[in-house]
């Protein structure tokens, strides 16, 4: 998974430099409209394109039938049968290819998520925080089997990090919480330790400062591919997730703001750009 997320993000890196001069928001939009033209070429080559025709031209026939011969029930019966079968066999030569493109539309959205639905926490002075809430909470969870682990945990943090409340521990969840607030800024490193000397860190952005990517999650597994911005825990690490909550990224004049924004962006800018080439190209969708 790391080996994948490496090679995406050197991609990103290369192929978002040209774009970056234009700001975020047509960085995002353009090379999202882009990825649905390349993936709707991708599909053309991987799916039936005569079957997907022929299934749509035979819906459109049989709605025709309904159409001449409404007033017989009969026929209509018929036509609306095999309306249904003949949809579900578009569907199916519909489906079937967008399966694998499934695969870089996730490796794609994650870079885009770690490079635009984030900002950096802000600076705060430790006296300040009175609330729970008013800092960031930072929180770890041990993998199956490491819960009572959670019990020697210690959490190191650099100058320019500052904790404003006490490590909070629960052996039966195997989870640990603590609020801190970042006093500098800077892309600050906290390290976890347990007590058998097992370590790990993560990454954490503060102040003015633009990192090209940040995210709020360090995880392994499988998941680790949603955030490639720092390299997944391993699979046979005590810790399973660490988290520091970023406030979300504003999109600039584009609707939305951070995960979700960028998710909406992404979806209806690659759809656009899609449709607009569906004819010209001649593919059958």
């Known amino acids: 998974m790391g080996a994948?997320?490496?090679?995406?993000?050197?991609?990103?890196?290369?192929?978002?430099t040209p774009f970056d001069a234009m700001g975020q928001e047509w960085s995002l939009?353009?090379?999202?409209?882009?990825?649905?033209?390349?993936?709707?070429?991708?599909?053309?080559?991987?799916?039936?394109?005569?079957?997907?025709?022929?299934?749509?031209d035979r819906i459109k026939g049989h709605l025709i039938e309904i159409r001449i011969y409404q007033d017989d029930l009969a026929v209509v019966g018929k036509s609306i049968g095999k309306i249904?079968?003949?949809?579900?066999?578009?569907?199916?030569?519909?489906?079937?290819?967008?399966?694998?493109?499934?695969?870089p539309f996730v490796l794609v959205l994650a870079q885009f998520v770690?490079?635009?639905?984030?900002?950096?926490?802000?600076?705060?002075?430790?006296?300040?925080?009175?609330?729970?809430g008013e800092g960031t909470t930072f929180s770890v969870q041990?993998?199956?089997?490491?819960?009572?682990?959670?019990?020697?945990?210690?959490?190191?943090?650099?100058?320019?990090?500052?904790a404003v409340s006490p490590l909070v521990r629960s052996i039966g969840s195997g989870a640990a919480w603590q609020e801190i607030v970042a006093t500098a800024p800077g892309v600050h490193v906290i390290?976890?330790?347990?007590?058998?000397?097992?370590?790990?860190?993560?990454?954490?952005?503060?102040?003015?400062?633009?990192p090209r990517q940040m995210q709020p999650e360090r995880v392994q597994g499988i998941e680790a591919i949603l955030w490639p911005a720092e390299a997944p825990l391993a699979s046979d690490s005590a810790f399973?997730?660490?988290?520091?909550?970023?406030?979300?990224?504003?999109?600039?004049?584009?609707?939305?703001?951070?995960?979700?924004?960028?998710?909406?962006?992404?979806?209806?800018?690659?759809?656009?750009?899609?449709?607009?080439?569906?004819?010209?190209?001649g593919i059958q969708i």
Not at 84 to 103: A, E, H, K, W
């Open 29 to 56: 939009l353009l090379v999202s409209g882009v990825f649905g033209i390349l993936a709707l070429i991708a599909f053309k080559h991987i799916s039936y394109q005569k079957g997907i025709k022929s299934a749509k």
């Open 4 to 16: 994948i997320n490496s090679g995406t993000t050197a991609l990103f890196d290369v192929l978002l």
């Open 191 to 210: 390290t976890l330790r347990l007590a058998d000397g097992t370590s790990e860190t993560k990454l954490f952005a503060a102040g003015d400062v633009a």
């Open 142 to 162: 041990m993998a199956a089997g490491h819960g009572s682990d959670v019990e020697g945990l210690t959490i190191e943090y650099p100058v320019g990090v500052a």
């Open 240 to 281: 399973a997730r660490v988290t520091c909550a970023y406030p979300d990224g504003e999109l600039g004049w584009l609707p939305g703001s951070g995960v979700l924004g960028v998710l909406l962006v992404f979806l209806v800018a690659s759809m656009a750009f899609g449709a607009a080439v569906l004819k010209p190209l």
């Open 84 to 103: 249904l079968l003949r949809n579900g066999q578009y569907v199916g030569l519909n489906f079937g290819p967008f399966i694998p493109l499934m695969i």
């Open 114 to 132: 770690v490079r635009y639905a984030f900002t950096p926490a802000a600076i705060q002075d430790p006296a300040a925080v009175v609330l729970a």
